[in-house]
């Protein structure tokens, strides 16, 4: 069974750069037909889409946020990393690491995608100094 | 963007009671779109994708319809372990995926 775990420090400073892995446990990364997304939960609020890559490398990020983002893979180590730059308080909250599901019919015809199945417990990342 | 749009935001129901929870789209998303459930403290957990597929080890009391810019959740029978926050996302727009404010749903 696939499961997947953040890692990463809790506490980041104005103007840093945070920096979460997460790591795949139970499956390869690179088999099967899904994508490696980033998500975060301020307290008390809703969820943000931060960004996907998948095992070939390929990334999107949330326009939003698109300039301050980078999302790597690691196949070696089966993991995938995030980094967000220059943050604020705005940046506090639990963030999630979660494998997307998509299937595409052999006519291209895309039936679903980005259905998260699986993610991790979260992590609780607080910017302040 | 694509805006997710969720009613009602809270809902107190009793055990056994038919509940249903609304999601509409700003504009047409086909059929992209997913539900999930969050209990408190704990990461969201897929029910229903292409807005009608039960994902596996969901029970079959929860059921998804709706396609275009109007969608359901219900839940035919409200159970106990039911009570938590559930959220609508669309994945029409694959570049810029968007999630409703969420509908809490309590025990009455």
């Known amino acids: 069974q696939v499961q997947v775990q953040e890692s990463g420090p809790g506490l980041v400073k104005p103007s840093q750069t945070l920096s979460l892995t997460c790591t795949v446990s139970?499956?390869?990364?690179?088999?099967?037909?899904?994508?490696w997304s980033w998500i975060r939960q301020p307290a008390g609020k809703g969820l943000e889409w931060i960004g996907r890559?998948?095992?070939?490398?390929?990334?999107n990020y949330n326009p939003s946020l698109k300039s301050r983002v980078t999302i790597s893979v690691d196949t070696s180590k089966n993991q995938f990393s995030l980094r967000l730059s220059s943050v604020t308080a705005a940046d506090t909250a639990v963030y999630y690491c979660?494998?997307?599901?998509?299937?595409?019919?052999?006519?291209?015809?895309?039936?679903?995608?980005?259905?998260?199945?699986?993610w991790g417990q979260g992590t609780m990342v607080t910017v302040s100094s | 963007d694509i805006q997710m749009t969720q009613s009602p935001s809270s809902l107190s129901a009793p055990v056994g009671d038919r509940v249903t929870i609304t999601c509409r789209a700003s504009?047409?998303?086909?059929?992209?779109l997913n539900w999930y459930q969050q209990k408190a403290g704990k990461a969201p957990k897929l029910l229903i994708y292409?807005?009608?597929s039960l994902q596996s080890g969901v029970p079959s009391r929860f059921s998804g319809s709706g396609s275009g810019t109007d969608f359901t959740l219900t839940i035919s029978s409200l159970q106990p372990e039911d009570f938590a926050t559930y959220y609508c996302?669309?994945?029409?727009?694959?570049?810029?995926?968007?999630f409703g404010g969420g509908t809490k749903v309590e025990i009455k």
């Open positions: 996302q669309q994945t029409y727009s694959t570049l810029q995926l968007t």
């Open positions: 979660a494998r997307a599901k998509y299937h595409i019919t052999l006519f291209g015809v895309v039936t679903y995608r980005d259905a998260f199945d699986i």
């Open positions: 890559i998948y095992a070939s490398g390929s990334t």
């Open positions: 139970g499956g390869s990364i690179s088999s099967g037909s899904y994508s």
């Open positions: 504009q047409s998303i086909s059929s992209y």
């Open positions: 292409a807005a009608s």
